[in-house]
């Protein structure tokens, strides 16, 4: 092993937290019949975060060698990013004057952001992000729909 690489215990467990962070909205949106759910918020978090995972790698091995051939982990993200909103914005539907899924499209965002999160080894932020989401998601859609649409 390199001394550049993440450990493996450390590996597996970024990949799990960002799998079962992401397992919380998918089941929410599951719940309530959407069409993003379990998977595909499972698969965008773990996604994002073995991307970050090798971001990571090839950043810390060319750190040691030819300057010129170091990676800016920023670019990383800012593509996945892309890849995510690209899928978010598949969830969207415009039917007959009515904007349908941009919760959803909005929770695979975040999921991304999970991944991300989980990714980079700070998992005290994917969790408090997963939170903050799923009070956004469950606390917040419940007051819509029984003041706001009343």
């Not at 719940?31 to 978090?45: N, T």
């Amino acid at each position: 092993m390199l001394e550049s690489e993440i450990p493996p215990l450390d590996l597996i467990v970024r990949l799990l937290m960002a799998a079962g962070l992401a397992l919380v909205l998918g089941l929410e949106r599951e719940l309530r019949g959407k069409p993003a759910g379990l998977r595909s918020h499972m698969l965008v978090s773990v996604g994002s975060a073995a991307f970050i995972m090798i971001g990571l790698h090839i950043l810390m091995t060319t750190a040691n060698g030819d300057p010129s051939a170091r990676v800016d982990p920023s670019r990383i993200v800012e593509g996945v990013i892309g890849g995510i909103g690209f899928l978010g914005a598949g969830c969207i539907i415009q039917s007959r004057g009515s904007i349908q899924g941009i919760t959803t499209g909005a929770s695979i965002w975040i999921s991304g952001a999970i991944g991300v999160a989980c990714g980079l080894g700070t998992l005290l932020l994917a969790g408090t992000v997963t939170v903050l989401a799923l009070i956004i998601m469950v606390v917040l859609g419940r007051f819509e729909r029984e003041v706001i649409e009343e």
